[in-house]
């Protein structure tokens, strides 16, 4: 039986997450937010505490996480969304990156939003573990940046068929700068086949 003694730990010490405690920074999209954790590295390699239900709720981010996600992409350039459930099926998004590098994007397509049809986005690597959390009311898409990649990301809801939209990649309305040549990427027939903003109206309405 092993025994483990705490007789080293000052008895004021406070909780481990205060040493660990990620950043939380709100880009110009303010609902959409970078998570960086910190990492806390000794000889054998590294330790990171990635999420906190009462601290990424004092940060905003509110919603409940029911189902994890991965994906992996051998290529790089390989470039998935831009997609969105419909509601009461809505499903907000924290995605991080476990090998590899992405783009990561959200796009708002909330009617009356003072940024719908705009997009914020972030670089997401494996080597520093940012984190992007995406609300509902943003379509999301990403493409990678590196070979074998694979994504892990927490949804607020489980996936419906019924319910699966998305917005095409290359859509004018919303201009991203994906950072590669449309010919160039490798994309799924449905993602390539999706509706562009003006052949289909959202169904989200900002406030």
Do not use: C
Request: hydrophobic content about 40%; glycine content about 6%.
């Amino acid at each position: 039986m092993f025994k483990i003694s705490y007789s080293n730990i000052p008895f004021d010490a406070p909780p481990p997450s205060l040493y660990t405690s990620p950043m939380f920074t709100r880009l110009s999209i303010p609902e959409v937010i970078l998570i960086t954790p910190k990492r806390f590295g000794d000889a054998r390699g590294w330790f990171s505490e990635v999420y906190s239900t009462a601290l990424f709720q004092q940060n905003g981010v509110t919603d409940v996480f029911i189902q994890d996600n991965q994906s992996f992409s051998a290529a790089p350039g390989t470039l998935r969304g831009l997609h969105f459930q419909h509601p009461p099926y809505a499903q907000a998004k924290l995605v991080r990156v476990v090998r590899g590098t992405i783009f990561d994007v959200a796009v708002d397509i909330r009617r009356g939003s003072p940024t719908f049809g705009q997009y914020v986005a972030a670089e997401l690597t494996a080597e520093h573990g940012e984190q992007l959390y995406v609300p509902a009311g943003f379509a999301h898409g990403f493409i990678t940046r590196t070979p074998d990649t694979e994504v892990l990301y927490k949804v607020s809801a489980a996936y419906a068929p019924s319910a699966d939209a998305g917005y095409r990649f290359d859509d004018p309305t919303f201009a991203i700068a994906w950072g590669a040549e449309a010919s160039t990427l490798t994309l799924s027939d449905k993602d390539a086949k999706l509706p562009f903003l003006t052949e289909r109206e959202t169904p989200f309405v900002y406030g």
